[in-house]
């Protein structure tokens, strides 16, 4: 039941947190969506007398926090977290000798995805909604080491926040750029902090430093790009607003180019002071699911997203998520 953690300090320092986990003091598990509130109570009351918790809330838990967010029942746990005394250093290899192989194929055929775009064309048209964040599934076999494929995609993707959480049952690799938040919740009577980047707007990397600063300051440039960006960033503020003090939700950084290995991401920073007695499962009910992975309005977006695509989940770690 190995955990690993590589996230970058969400600030741009070097503080990233990297390392290991094993062998889980106790484990929480949600199989229903009246267990999800309680074991974010749990994992918040064991951080704060010093365990380490790590682990994952499915997407499919969002009805937890608002029954009119729309969503498939699953099979597995909708949260999973594992309660460790400490943490490890990262290991010193994580690759394996052991040939791994990955074959993926494309579940959605064009005629689907096409019918697809149709459907969500027609339902801006009518207003339903004005952005959605549809995803094509895919699906594969393997064979080889779960931990040896998670070494290869970090290579393919070396910054952002990933994680390797084998829950004993099921391994699960992420390698995603994206911060959902980072909150650090304040003393008792004290405002606490938070930190959500949503990232929206995609170009492709050049094939010189002259092209990807072209390719760079187009997309930055482009009105379809800043539109997307500023949909969700408006989503964001209004959801921190929530849990925020009066008047104190900003936006410090607006359509900001990051680079990656093979595309350009445009993001934005939302911030805010969140009020003094503000708990994680409030944090939750307020940016649950986020809404770069929805769209916007969340609930009339995950509403249609329902009849189109299966799910995703995002990795958590209290208390800096």
């Given at each position: ?28 598990v ?7 509130k ?20 499915c ?32 290991p ?27 459907h ?13 964040n ?39 690799l ?28 995609t ?6 430093p002259?092209?990807?600063a ?12 800043r539109?997307?960006?500023?949909m ?32 350009f ?57």
């Amino acid at each position: 039941m190995q955990v690993l953690i590589d996230f970058c300090d969400p600030h741009g320092g070097p503080a990233a947190l990297r390392c290991a986990f094993d062998a889980p003091q106790q484990t929480l598990v949600a199989h229903t969506l009246a267990e999800v509130k309680p074991l974010l109570d749990q994992v918040e009351a064991l951080s704060q007398q010093g365990y380490w918790c790590v682990g994952y809330v499915c997407y499919e838990a969002a009805p937890a926090f608002d029954a009119a967010l729309a969503v498939h029942q699953v099979d597995g746990p909708l949260a999973w977290f594992g309660v460790y005394p400490q943490a490890l250093p990262w290991p010193d290899d994580t690759s394996s000798k052991e040939t791994t192989q990955v074959t993926w194929h494309n579940t959605l055929s064009r005629a689907d995805f096409d019918a697809r775009m149709a459907h969500i064309h027609q339902a801006i048209a009518a207003g339903e909604f004005y952005q959605v964040n549809t995803t094509a599934p895919l699906s594969g076999a393997f064979t080889g080491s779960p931990l040896e494929l998670f070494s290869r995609l970090q290579r393919a993707q070396p910054q952002g926040y990933a994680a390797y959480i084998d829950t004993g049952v099921e391994q699960i690799l992420s390698v995603s750029p994206e911060l959902f938040f980072n909150w650090q919740p304040g003393l008792v009577g004290h405002s606490g902090q938070i930190l959500t980047r949503p990232m929206k707007g995609t170009a492709p990397r050049g094939n010189s430093p002259a092209e990807d600063a072209a390719l760079a300051q187009a997309m930055r440039a482009s009105p379809k790009e800043r539109a997307e960006n500023v949909m969700i960033v408006d989503l964001l503020r209004n959801d921190v607003s929530r849990i925020a003090e009066p008047f104190s939700v900003q936006v410090p950084e607006l359509f900001k180019v990051q680079t990656l290995p093979t595309v350009f991401q445009m993001v934005s920073d939302v911030t805010a002071r969140t009020r003094p007695g503000i708990r994680l499962t409030e944090v939750f009910a307020a940016l649950f699911p986020c809404g770069s992975i929805t769209g916007a309005p969340k609930v009339q977006a995950m509403r249609s997203l329902k009849t189109l695509e299966p799910w995703c989940a995002p990795v958590a770690m209290p208390p800096s998520m």
